[in-house]
Structures are given as C-alpha cells and as structure tokens.
C-alpha cells in the first residue's frame, strides 16, 4: 500500500489492489459521464452484469489482468473513491486503462497511480511493455503520457475512432539508452 500527500488539497490518497468490495464505487466511477464519454468502446452505460464478471477478473488475479484503486481514507475504514487503473495483457505487451473522479482530475492521482503500479503490473503480466491509447480529443490524458515520457506512436484507428497511441517504456529506455 502506497501513501502520498496530494497538493493544494490535505487528504491522503493510498494506491491498493483492487478488491470485490470497491465493485459499486468502480462500477460508479466507471459509469460517470465524462468517464463514458471518454471510453473508446462507446458512451454506453455498463451493465451491473458485465461490470461484476469484469470485477471478478480484474480482482480475482486473473493472470491476464491486474487492477488497483486509489482511496482516500474519510473515517475508521470508510474510503472516497478517487481512480482506478488495470492492465490487460494482450499479444504485444499489456494495455493500460484508467479513471479518475472528476472531482480528483488534475491533482495528480492517475500520474501517481501508474507510476505506483506500472512495474508490479509488468512482473505480474510478464510483459516487456504497457499500450495506451486514448482518444484524440482527450487532451488531458495525452498530456498525461507525455508528462510521464511515454513513446507517442502516433495516431491510429480504434472500434472506429481516432486514438494515441502511447507507450512505455520508451524505446531509449528499452534499448538501454538514457531518457
């Protein structure tokens, strides 16, 4: 379990392996709307249904998929959902995914939270690189991958939709060079 003091604001936010008891506020997080409107696969709401076999997938340790949460603890074991963020290992590597509350947007929590989770991620997955891709009008979470020094790839087609596509590590850092 991982701690850090976010900025401006004073709470304490802890990066954890996502549990079955986060389902109703990952399936809430996942369903908000500038989340959905985010969403490659579409703005359409997810089905309690499908979220519960998603969760048991993600939490259950299924050796093709990781996930882990960002919490702010509130009072005795009660916890204020600020993200969350999962790796499903693919043919070339793994992809990454997350969300971010809007309310927590822009204060660090999904820089902490792949950087708190990327190389457990990797070990668990026994992959040599993690994927983003992220839609073209998402500024905010290209930004993100350019911060953190991810490869941009350039521009591809998605489920029909124009996406960057970032990776990690970069190629200097894969070939031993120095970033």
């Not at 003091?5 to 997080?29: E, F, G, H, N």
């Not at 822009?106 to 992959?127: F, H, P, Y």
Request: hydrophobic share 45%.
């Amino acid at each position: 379990m991982l701690a850090f003091q976010d900025k401006p604001t004073t709470y304490t936010s802890v990066v954890r392996p996502i549990a079955m008891c986060d389902a109703k506020a990952v399936w809430a997080l996942r369903n908000e709307l500038s989340v959905r409107a985010a969403a490659i696969r579409g703005a359409r709401m997810i089905p309690w249904g499908d979220h519960i076999s998603w969760m048991a997938r993600v939490a259950l340790l299924d050796s093709d998929a990781c996930a882990w949460v960002s919490v702010c603890p509130i009072r005795g074991n009660e916890c204020e959902m600020l993200g969350v963020v999962w790796y499903i290992r693919c043919v070339k590597g793994a992809i990454i995914s997350l969300h971010v509350r809007p309310e927590s947007r822009r204060l660090g929590v999904a820089k902490r939270m792949i950087k708190a989770t990327i190389d457990d991620a990797m070990e668990s997955l026994g992959v040599n690189t993690v994927s983003a891709a992220v839609l073209v009008d998402n500024t905010g979470s290209r930004g993100l991958f350019r911060k953190l020094r991810w490869e941009n790839l350039g521009i591809g087609e998605l489920y029909d939709k124009q996406v960057e596509i970032h990776q990690y590590p970069p190629w200097t850092k894969r070939e031993g060079g120095a970033l």
